[in-house]
């Protein structure tokens, strides 16, 4: 049985994103057994991130002990696959994805979710899709996972592109054989590797030393990393 969380940065029930995620998996459901784990704003109590950085010196977020995002980070780290979906709110995501995003910042910098891939979809009435789905992967890709199935879906078609198949399909093999690594995901960790590496003096530094207890400086690349 694989695990995938899912994640919508939308604060109701009715959902052309949610939707369209779903019938995507009951794709994959055919071919491999999923356990699916749905969040969005509506189904859990997520505070606004305050910014006070805490998180990148401690990881730790003194929000996580009032809200729910302690649970929805357990979730991604214990999953196989990971989905983010967003409506496209004036060419970007929704309010809500991004102050999800924010909320796991410091994950950017220690590849959280290395070892796992994701997919990525945007929801538009005709436009802005791209730029949503652009930056997901990115984030994405500053999680450590990447992305193999990116959908960006327009009412125009209501909301069908025609590719909900391929896509399973593409999620199928990854729950399979997970793709380890990808360029965006090669060049942050070499940039990163860098940053970390001038940091070795301070010897409190919690990120520095994630780096060191998980062997991240004793390898070249991110693909050896995760192999
Ligand atoms: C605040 C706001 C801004 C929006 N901006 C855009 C936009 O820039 N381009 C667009 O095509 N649709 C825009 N829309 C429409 C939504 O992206 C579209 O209805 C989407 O399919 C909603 O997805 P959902 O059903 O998952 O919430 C906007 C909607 C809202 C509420």
Redesign the pocket.
């Known amino acids: 049985m694989k695990k995938i969380v899912v994640f919508?940065g939308?604060d109701?029930s009715?959902?052309?994103?949610?939707h369209y995620i779903r019938e995507v998996l009951k794709e994959v459901n055919k071919k491999v057994e999923i356990d699916v784990s749905y969040y969005t704003q509506k189904s859990l109590k997520l505070e606004l991130c305050k910014g006070c950085c805490q998180c990148f010196y401690t990881h730790k977020c003194n929000l996580d002990q009032i809200d729910h995002m302690d649970l929805l980070k357990k979730e991604m780290l214990e999953a196989d696959f990971v989905i983010l979906g967003s409506?496209?709110?004036?060419?970007n995501v929704s309010g809500s994805m991004k102050n999800f995003i924010d909320r796991l910042s410091y994950w950017s910098h220690i590849f959280a979710l290395r070892g796992k891939n994701g997919m990525v979809v945007s929801?538009?009435?005709?436009?802005?899709g791209r730029l949503v789905v652009d930056y997901l992967e990115r984030v994405m890709a500053f999680f450590g996972c990447p992305v193999v199935a990116s959908a960006n879906i327009f009412?125009v078609y209501n909301y069908d592109d025609g590719l909900i198949e391929e896509h399973a399909e593409k999620i199928v093999d990854s729950l399979k054989c997970p793709i380890k690594s990808n360029k965006i995901i090669d060049a942050i960790y070499i940039t990163l590797k860098k940053i970390m590496e001038c940091r070795a003096e301070r010897e409190n530094d919690v990120e520095y030393q994630y780096w060191k207890k998980n062997h991240f400086f004793d390898v070249g690349s991110f693909e050896t990393l995760i192999k």
């Open positions: 919508v939308v109701k009715e959902s052309s994103t949610l409506p496209v709110y004036l060419h929801s538009a009435d005709s436009n802005g009412s």
